[in-house]
């Protein structure tokens, strides 16, 4: 695997500040071994960020004018969880795009044991530099993903590959309150400082030229049982493998770390879904 700066940009927002330190150090073999050490660690889980079948369905919900000649991609699709609920409540294709192909692998995996194959793909690629025509696409989803290129740059560049009246529906890390402890703020402003409240959030993604559609918070259980709880199961096999190994202890920790914040201020902040549509 090739490293540059794009590896920077990858799953978890917890992950990311780890990753940043490991790109301190200047040792190549360590980058490699943790990078597919964690790709490991999240291919082993149905989803790589929190959401639910249901949840897919309700952005789904506010999305009008779909048919079996549309032309969707799911940004950031990980393994698929997300996108083959999406393909089971559509009948247009679908291209689900991330940059790292173990995750593809497996996304065309699934899409064949659901027998999708045909309309649904996984393709190698970065969301910074999508492969698309312009006005190509009906609908742009990117669930828990679009926080690797920001919110803003990505509704803004994303833009131009949607037709008009088309759709973007995406999930982002959002503040609940105005004011918030102290520790979760700095918690948040190392891993993603884009974090901000729903209606700044609203407010950028009019600003980029979408009508903002629609907003919803995702309930407590697209984090508990749909991440964190099949988490815990996959961390316990996970040491044992890896048994003995510092940076994978390390790489636990903070995935705990992570895991004990929310539950700890889940009050505060989550996950929120933002539909807009191309005017
Ligand atoms: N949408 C999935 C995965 C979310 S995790 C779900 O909800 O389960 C974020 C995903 O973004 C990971 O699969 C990661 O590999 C992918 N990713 C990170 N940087 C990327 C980039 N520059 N381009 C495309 N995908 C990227």
Not at 47 to 62: C, D, H, M, N, W
Not at 64 to 93: E, F, P, R, W, Y
Not at 199 to 224: D, R, T
Request: charged share 25%.
């Amino acid at each position: 695997m090739k490293f540059d700066n794009r590896y920077k940009l990858f799953l978890c927002h917890n992950f990311k500040t780890i990753y940043f330190n490991i790109m301190s150090n200047d040792n190549k073999s360590i980058h490699e071994f943790d990078l597919n050490l964690i790709c490991d660690y999240f291919s082993n889980l149905e989803r790589q960020g929190p959401g639910s079948p249901e949840v897919t369905i309700k952005a789904l919900s506010f999305i009008d004018n779909l048919t079996d000649k549309s032309q969707i991609s799911d940004i950031g699709c990980g393994s698929g969880g997300q996108t083959m609920v999406l393909a089971q409540h559509t009948t247009g294709t679908i291209q689900g795009l991330d940059l790292f192909p173990t995750f593809i692998d497996l996304f065309n995996l699934n899409a064949a044991k659901l027998n999708l194959q045909e309309r649904v793909k996984g393709i190698i690629g970065s969301m910074d530099d999508l492969p698309f025509h312009q006005e190509e696409l009906d609908l742009i989803w990117s669930e828990g993903a679009i926080y690797n290129i920001g919110f803003e740059r990505g509704l803004t560049e994303w833009r131009e590959f949607l037709k008009t009246g088309g759709y973007i529906a995406v999930s982002e890390a959002s503040w609940f309150t105005d004011s918030r402890p102290v520790d979760l703020n700095e918690f948040w402003m190392d891993a993603y400082p884009e974090i901000d409240t729903i209606p700044n959030k609203v407010g950028q993604m009019q600003k980029a030229g979408y009508i903002p559609v629609a907003s919803f918070i995702l309930p407590e259980n697209c984090w508990l049982e749909h991440f964190y709880y099949p988490q815990d199961r996959v961390q316990v096999d996970f040491l044992k493998k890896h048994a003995g190994k510092e940076n994978v202890k390390e790489f636990i920790a903070n995935q705990r770390h992570e895991t004990q914040l929310y539950y700890k201020y889940k009050a505060f902040y989550g996950y929120v879904f933002y539909i807009g549509k191309k005017y």
